[in-house]
């Protein structure tokens, strides 16, 4: 089980681009995220949640559109 995670993000809709990073942690009940460094060319493609589910940490993206959308992420995590 990891406690906090870092994500670096690209998410590409046609001719629509945004890279973001987000740190992410829990404290077993709650997670807690903040966005930053955000950069959308010309418009932001996607939001993003946190949430635990079955005693995991999860990072969601939602895309903007019902068009194709293409996620890559990396991404590092620290264990309990």
Do not use: C, W
């Amino acid at each position: 089980i990891y406690r906090s995670a870092n994500y670096q993000i690209q998410v590409v809709e046609g001719s629509n681009y945004n890279s973001t990073s987000i740190n992410l942690i829990h404290d077993g009940t709650n997670a807690y995220m903040t966005e930053y460094g955000t950069l959308n060319q010309p418009i932001g493609v996607a939001t993003f949640s946190a949430d635990i589910n079955s005693d995991k940490i999860r990072l969601l993206g939602y895309p903007g559109t019902a068009s194709t959308t293409t996620f890559k992420v990396i991404y590092s995590a620290v264990k309990l």
